[in-house]
């Protein structure tokens, strides 16, 4: 079946450090692939998209490249801040079939002053 | 301001005292849905609602019912809720159901069942 696999947390960096939260994928369609992200006590907030493959989303300074040839959609960011500690979540959604959204179980990001 | 509501933000039952969790958007959106959010899952859907009066399961369906009379609210329903639906859930809603991946979230409502 369709799946999300993210890399296994937590993530601890220092401020100003380089982020990747890896993200691969199973579907059997032409997903369109997203990152979400949950801020402590708060639900969660679409951070980017791709619809299609080389599509590259971005939003707040992150980063995420649609690799069909690799199933990846790796999230990046040049220069993390204490604000971007969160739990990102990578997540799939079929341009046919269940309407539903397929999550990855999620990524705890902590960034120290 | 856009928003998804959802009430009780937190609650403790007991086994097999029926509750509802509400949920309201203010967006006029017609795609609505229920997630479950549990450690290491990640997140499942119960079921989602493309407009009115239209429902269908989701993944994790079983033990939870739904209901869609008005446009704005999408109510989740746990007639006889047991220990395995304590569980933080989350109400979503999108413009329609061509765009069902980029969904609003309301805040959540933490369940415990005893």
């Known amino acids: 079946g369709d799946s999300v696999t993210q890399m296994e947390g937590p993530v601890t960096l220092s401020e100003e450090a380089f982020l990747t939260i890896n993200c691969t994928y199973t579907a059997t369609g032409y997903p369109s692939l997203f990152w979400y992200v949950q801020y402590p006590g708060e639900g969660l907030q679409l951070l980017l998209k791709a619809t299609k493959a080389d599509d590259k989303g971005s939003n707040k300074g992150f980063e995420a490249t649609y690799r069909k040839e690799t199933t990846s959609f790796h999230l990046e960011k040049g220069s993390v801040q204490v604000s971007d500690s969160a739990v990102y979540f990578c997540?799939?959604?079929?341009?046919?079939?269940?309407?539903?959204?397929?999550f990855g179980q999620g990524t705890r990001l902590t960034i120290n002053p | 301001e856009a928003q998804v509501t959802q009430n009780p933000r937190y609650l403790i039952t007991v086994t097999g005292k029926k509750l509802t969790v509400t949920c309201s958007q203010n967006?006029?959106?017609?795609?609505m849905s229920w997630y479950r959010q549990d450690p290491g899952l990640g997140l499942r859907q119960i079921y989602y609602?493309?407009?009115?009066?239209?429902?269908d399961k989701g993944d994790v369906p079983e033990g939870y019912k739904v209901s869609r009379k008005e446009k704005r609210n999408f109510p989740l329903i746990l007639e006889s809720p047991s220990p395995n639906q304590t569980s933080l859930y989350f109400c979503?809603?999108?413009?329609?159901?061509?765009?069902?991946?980029?969904?609003?979230f309301g805040e959540g409502s933490r369940l415990t069942v005893l």
């Open positions: 979503a809603s999108s413009p329609n159901y061509n765009t069902y991946g980029e969904l609003f």
């Open positions: 967006m006029n959106h017609e795609y």
């Open positions: 997540a799939l959604a079929l341009i046919q079939g269940a309407q539903k959204l397929v």
């Open positions: 609602s493309m407009n009115v009066e239209v429902t």
